[in-house]
C-alpha cells in the first residue's frame, strides 16, 4: 500500500511537470485502455524524453490501474543517469544533476516504480559479445516474465531507443519474448497495447502531444511475424501533425532547388497558402484511409496559421529560416538549404535537423505518394 501510495504521488508529479513544460495531451482511443485482461503490456512509441510526462494520462485512463513494472534501459540504476542523459553541453545543469544523482533520489524513485534495465545497445551493434549479451538480455527477460506471471503488467518501449531518422524504428524483441515466454512457462495470455506518440515539436510555445491507443491484442506467431504485426499496427496509429507537414514542405523545397546558385526566398504568405492547400488535401486522404490519424484541428483557418507563424518563428530561431538584410518584417526569409538536407548519423539525426526528422516521419507513411502531394502544389506554384 506504502509503495503504491508513493507510485500514485510520483505520477502525479509526472502530470504535473507536463503543465509545467507547456505540453498539451490529446489522447485518442480512451475506451481501449478499460476492462483488459491482466496483465498486459503497454508498448509506445518512443522518440525522446520529452513526451514521457504525457504519458500519466494513459495510466489515468486505465481501468483499473495495474500493478505494472518498466523495462528500461539500464542506466537508469546507475546512480549518474541525471547528469549523464541531461547535464550535457551546460556544465552548471551537470553539476546540479549530478548532486541530485548523487542524493539517490533518482534512484530511490526509479526503485518505487518498479523499473527493471535491459542490456543496450543492441545485440546487433555488438558482433564481438553476442553470446555474452544473450545470456544478460535472457536473464533480464525472465525476471520481467516472472513479474508478469505475478500478476505485474508492465511498460516497455518496443523501439528500444530514441535514435533514428524519423518515422517507426526496429521493433526490437523484448516484447515477444515476453509474450512468448509467458505462455509458454505459465499459460497466461498477455495482451500488447499499442500506442503512438507523436509531438508537434517545430512550433514554438506550446507542443501539441497526440497519443494513440490502439486496440490491446494478443499475438501468438512466430518473432519475426511478431515483430512486423505489431510494427504496423503502431503505424496505423500515426498522428500527422503541423510539424510533419511543413517540414516535409520545406525539405522538399530544399531538394529542388539543392545546388541553385541563388538563394531560395521562403514568402510568408505564400508558405501559409501552400500550408492550407496541402492540410486540406492530406485530410481527405486520411478520410479516405490512404493515410492514418491527422490532427484535425488543422482543418480549421486560424487554427493552422498560427500554427504557421509558430513554425516559421521556430525555423527562425535555429537559422533554417534567415530574414533578408532588409529585415523580417516583409514577411521573407531565405531558406538555409544545406541546413534543412543535413546529413548525421541515427545517433544525432534528430537533434541536429529535427526538420529533416520531422519530414521522414511524414514520409514514412508512404514516400512516393506523398512526395507526389507536395512537388503538384510546388509546381503549382
Known sequence: ????????????CFHVASIIMRQHPHLKG??????????????????SYYEIPSLSRVYYSLKPRPDFVVLAKEDFLSGCYLARNFGKGNLILKCL?????????????FKIMRL??????FIDACAGRRDELRSEIGGQIDRARESISKGLSTLIFPEGTTWGFGGLKKIRSAVYQLVDNTYRSARRKVHVIPINVKVDRLVKGGKD??????????????????NERLGAMLRQLHTITFSQIASCYLRRLAERHRGAREGLVLARDRFASAMERI???????????????FDMALLNRDYLLKKANGFIKYCVKNRYLRPPVSGGKSGLFHLDIESVLGSYSDREYRKRNPIGFHANELLSLGEAGILNLFDAHLDAQ
Not at 527493471?116 to 545497445?121: D, L, N, V
Not at 490491446?216 to 512466430?222: E, G, K
Open 30 to 47: 480512451r475506451e481501449n485502455l478499460r476492462s483488459i485482461p491482466s496483465p498486459y503490456i503497454v508498448s509506445p512509441t518512443h522518440d
Open 279 to 293: 492540410t486540406r488535401e492530406i485530410g481527405e486522404m486520411v478520410r479516405r484511409n490512404a493515410l492514418p490519424g
Open 97 to 109: 544533476f549530478t548532486l541530485l544523482d548523487k542524493t539517490a533520489l533518482p534512484f530511490i524513485i
Open 209 to 226: 502531444i497526440f497519443i494513440n491507443v490502439g486496440l490491446p491484442v494478443f499475438l501468438r506467431c512466430s518473432k519475426e511475424e511478431f
Open 116 to 121: 527493471t534495465t535491459i542490456h543496450r545497445p
Open 1 to 12: 500500500m506504502i509503495r503504491r501510495a508513493l507510485r500514485e504521488f510520483i505520477i502525479y
